[in-house]
């Protein structure tokens, strides 16, 4: 049923994520993204008013995680092509995705320990809650946010569609775009299905609740801020290449641990380290593809990257769920773990031959 949920609320991402990068690159990114977060404050603010009446069901959480997908659509390309507007030198753009990354992992370690002391202390209505008074601040301070976004006059006068087609066009041209989007299509199929298991996997195999859960997710926080800290301290583009490489490795050999382990501390550093590739690779992977970008369409780029990245995580939380039920959770890990692992170095032979070549 969680692989279900989740499969049905990313369904909007094929739909809108594609015009969303023409629409990125054509309109104010400023206005744009002060508009997400209104639609993001009020899509949590339902959800905490069905919780606390207690009318929270199966087909409002469907509902409202449509439409939570459907703003999120467009928000994830807005956010990762404005980086590049916030930076006064472009060579910092590294950085700035590697400390975005940092702000994101200490999020997750804070969020999933408190979450679930909450859950056990008070329920789910006050986490939904306080979920809703986090946003609010958010919508003031984009409000705050001052940047130039320039737009080209042929991107401006051209319509969504005929931009979408360029894009696609620009991206199937390119071999380096190709496989950095491929990359993070396989990648994300298989890394980003823990969320689903490593709450199955705590009931199932540790017999815990959601305590045990929160500490487990914090660990994989802990690892992912590591790497984002270590990313964040790069002044190159150079190697990258290999770090995305490394990264899913480290993931992989860590899922496939996970299935032979039964004991809570050992699957705190298991999944430290698998935090810590999970996060190596996929931000190494985003920065070393906006690096190579014509400004112009940038927008589109990581609209497909949105649809390669979470598009493929909406596929694989179905197949996982599936798999789980069957098969088992320790070897649901194993399989994905094996799959991820020969991935990784099939990727690493085809990055070995091929140069990226930053415009930045």
């Known amino acids: 049923m969680m692989g279900g949920i989740l499969f049905i609320n990313t369904l909007p991402l094929f739909l809108v994520t594609p015009f969303a990068g023409m629409i990125i690159d054509k309109f104010n990114r400023h206005k744009l993204l002060l508009i997400i977060q209104i639609l993001f404050a ?40 404005t980086y590049i507007l916030l930076v006064d030198d472009k060579t910092d753009l590294s950085n700035a995705l590697s400390l975005n990354a940092a702000c994101f992992n200490v999020a997750r370690l804070v969020g999933p320990a408190a979450a679930g002391v909450l859950i056990s202390a008070v329920g789910t209505a006050w986490c939904f809650t306080i979920n809703f008074l986090c946003i609010l601040p958010c919508v003031f301070l984009v409000m705050m946010m001052n940047f130039k ?50 709450p199955i996997y705590t009931k199932e195999v540790l017999h815990a609740g959601a305590d045990t ?71 190494s992977d985003s920065t070393l593809l906006q690096s190579i970008l014509d400004d112009d369409k940038r927008g589109r780029i990581m609209s497909l990257y949105s649809i390669c990245f979470m598009g493929a995580t909406s596929i694989s939380n179905l197949i996982a769920g599936s798999i789980a039920q069957f098969f088992g959770i320790a070897n649901t890990f194993i399989i994905f773990g094996a799959i991820l692992l020969c991935s990784a170095i099939l990727f690493l032979l085809k990055f070995l031959h091929i140069e990226f070549k930053s415009k930045i």
């Open 149 to 198: 976004d320039k737009k080209s006059d042929s991107v401006k006068n051209k319509s969504i569609v005929d931009g979408v087609k360029e894009g696609l066009e620009y991206a199937f041209h390119s071999e380096q775009i190709l496989l950095l989007l491929a990359f993070a299509a396989v990648f994300s199929f298989i890394a980003l299905t823990y969320p689903l298991l490593i």
């Open 213 to 283: 859960l929160g500490w487990i997710m914090s660990s994989t926080g802990i690892g992912a801020l590591c790497s984002s800290i270590y990313l964040a301290t790069r002044t190159s583009f150079k190697g990258l290449k290999y770090i995305i490489c490394i990264g899913a490795a480290l993931l992989s050999i860590g899922f496939i641990i996970m299935g032979f382990v039964h004991q809570t501390f050992l699957s705190c550093i298991i999944m430290f380290f698998a935090g810590l590739g999970f996060t190596s690779a996929i931000t």
């Open 42 to 81: 009020l899509q949590a603010f339902l959800m905490a008013l069905c919780a606390i009446t207690n009318h929270l069901m199966l087909w409002n959480i469907i509902t409202l995680g449509l439409f939570l997908n459907i703003v999120a659509a467009v928000d994830a390309p807005l956010r990762q092509s």
